[in-house]
Every structure is written in C-alpha cells, then in structure tokens.
C-alpha cells in the first residue's frame, strides 16, 4: 500500500506501511490538518496508536512535536524507519497506549485511532480522565460511524463524519475559561 504525507517538510513522500497497520485515508487525515491548522496549529501531539505513521508522522512534518506509542513491534520499525527515511524528529515508544498513559505526561493534541474492535468508548472516557490532554487542548478520537462516543464533563465535544469513519473532536476547557480559577489580587 502506497501512503503519502500531505504537508510539511515531508509533503509527497512515501511512507512505508506495515501489514499490522490501517492506515487513516487521505479525506480524514487533510481534512484533520486543515482542521488543526486553524484551531491548533502548533504543539505537542501524540499519536496513541502510531501504526503507519499516516497522523503522527504527518503532524511532525507540520512542526509538531510528535510522540508516537505503537505496540506491533515490526510497526515500530516501520515508523523507525519512515520518521529516519523522511528526516522527520518524533519521539517513538513500543508499548500498550493506556499501560503507558500515567508516564506520557500532557500534549495539546492527543489522536486516538485503536483497532476498531477495541472498547473505544471506554478506552475514550479513560483517555479523557487521565489528564493526557493539557489544558485548553484536544483529544481527536476516529472510530466507526456506527460507534457513538459520550460527552464529557469538561470538554465540549463535535462529531465529524468521513463515509464510514467519524472523528469525535474533544476540547479540554482551559481552567480560567471554566470558572476555576480565582482572582487573589
């Protein structure tokens, strides 16, 4: 399968994809940065399920700063090799994403896309109580269109709609926005 970035440093370059991986296709991956590019344009991003590479390696050609977790391990080599071959800086870790959440810290765009037979709904509502998400940040969950994602206290949620796939975009409320901070002065 030939997979191409779209934008950046690496625009038009191939990317190796691995058998284990489903690659985003091409309408939901540019409508997401086009869709980031005018509501979060720089920042830290991770990839909780980097696969291909097809996002995470995409948000590192547009100058994020890109931390990918894949577990398949001939994925990482994949995403190894892709971030080397395209000269693209990202941060890869081999592990489980939610056996590593305590340890990632907090990212202004956090992009969930698990296998589709995953609990998604669950694994959406633990992502959001984690604290992955910095404030005033965005989690981008992409999930089958027949699989519906809840809203949460916190963050004002859309659902996007590309065929049979969705993006349910969350954003965190920054604490001043929410009321939670008091002025002391």
Sequence with gaps: MSLR????SAKGRALQVPDSARPSGARVRKSLFDLLAARAP????LDLH????????????????????EKDARAVRALETNAQALDLRARILRGDAEALLPRLGQFD????????????????????????VGPGGLLICQHPDRTQLP??????HEVREYGSNSLTLYWRARPEASGLVADLS
């Design 5 to 8: 970035i779209l934008g950046g």
């Design 42 to 45: 720089s920042g830290t991003f």
């Design 50 to 69: 980097g696969g291909s590479g097809a996002i995470g390696l995409e948000a590192a050609s547009r100058g994020y700063a890109v931390t990918l977790v």
């Design 109 to 132: 765009v956090v992009f969930s896309d698990p296998p589709y037979e995953a609990n998604i709904p669950a694994l959406t509502l633990k992502l959001l109580g984690s604290g992955v």
């Design 151 to 156: 809203p949460h206290a916190g963050y004002s």
